[in-house]
């Protein structure tokens, strides 16, 4: 093995038995891989709607220092990289012929890796979206409180759920499909979800909390219907889940918000959620093939397999 190496596999078990203590050091930042690995571990490639897995993981001299992971043919998502390691894993990618949709990663990892990606591949990136990443400090319920009551959503709101977390993928300009169909393949299938009702029993607002893993739970989604903006629901559910993590024994409560939407980081930090990072993913475009030049008329040959 070089002096840094990264190790590739398919195998889930097979990389968290090199790379799961390193993953389990960093619990808020790993917060996704942490949730996406566990997922594919339980329940296979069923659990990420039967992609065939690409998992890496850095290695110097037998210590863990990064990883990635994307489901072909997905994106990438990657650990915290110093410049020449973003280099050296996207010319190691681009020489196995890996084509990237997107890269996923803390913000300054992201960008290293965009630029080393234009560089090996000559695709274009474009900053898709920003994110700040968020742990729960103090948790400091909403005043004033809104009306109402929270709920654990069950099989009879399911068709609700479907149509609220199609409409939540919309408004963040997610690309998926969410009906009965396709359901367990998506990534809100696995999550925890509580509803606020007003006092009739109106539903106005959820959030969907992820499971468990290695003492950390990410709150996500968290939806309220545009017309029902403005009065509070949206605080009271999310304080209802965070104190329902803490309570069922979460160390860490997460959640990521968009880094354009000043009324949501508000409201996270009145709840007493504290900015850790920020995150960032670029997708890539990449050249049009070029035409290729008219060959030119072969004489006819009377053995046409000569």
């Excluded at 010319?91 to 890996?98: E, N, S, V």
């Excluded at 948790?139 to 709101?157: K, N, Q, V």
């Excluded at 393949?185 to 509580?194: C, W």
């Excluded at 965070?242 to 409201?267: D, F, K, M, Q, W």
Aim: neutral net charge; contains cysteine.
């Amino acid at each position: 093995m070089r002096s840094a190496d990264w190790c590739l596999t398919d195998d889930v078990d097979e990389f968290l038995a090199g790379a799961g203590d390193f993953l389990r050091s960093r619990l808020v930042v790993h917060t996704s891989a942490l949730s996406v690995l566990e997922r594919l571990r339980v329940l296979g490639r069923a659990g990420v709607g039967g992609r065939v897995p690409v998992l890496g993981r850095l290695e110097e001299a037998g210590e863990v220092g990064a990883f990635f992971y994307r489901f072909l043919p997905g994106g990438l998502t990657v650990s915290a990289l110093t410049s020449g390691q973003a280099d050296g894993l996207a010319a190691r990618l681009a020489a196995l012929g890996h084509s990237l949709p997107f890269v996923s990663a803390d913000h300054d990892t992201a960008a290293a890796f965009a630029e080393a990606w234009s560089r090996h591949t000559g695709a274009t990136p474009v900053l898709r979206v920003r994110m700040h990443l968020y742990r729960l400090g103090t948790l400091t319920p909403p005043d004033p409180f809104p009306a109402g009551r929270g709920r654990i959503m069950g099989e009879a709101d399911h068709e609700h759920l479907m149509r609220w977390c199609r409409e939540f993928a919309a408004d963040v300009g997610e690309d998926v499909v969410v009906d009965a169909r396709s359901w367990a393949g998506t990534r809100f299938a696995e999550k925890r979800y509580t509803l606020w009702e007003t006092p009739d029993g109106t539903p106005v607002s959820m959030a969907g909390v992820n499971p468990m893993v290695a003492g950390m739970v990410r709150v996500d989604p968290v939806y309220t219907p545009a017309h029902l903006r403005g009065h509070g629901y949206a605080g009271a559910v999310t304080a209802a889940v965070s104190r329902a993590a803490r309570a069922a024994g979460a160390r860490e409560v997460v959640l990521y918000t968009n880094a354009a939407n000043p009324t949501s980081n508000a409201l996270y930090r009145r709840l007493g959620y504290v900015r850790v990072t920020d995150w960032a993913v670029y997708d890539f475009s990449y050249p049009a093939p070029e035409a290729a030049a008219p060959e030119a008329a072969a004489p006819e040959a009377a053995d046409p397999r000569s």
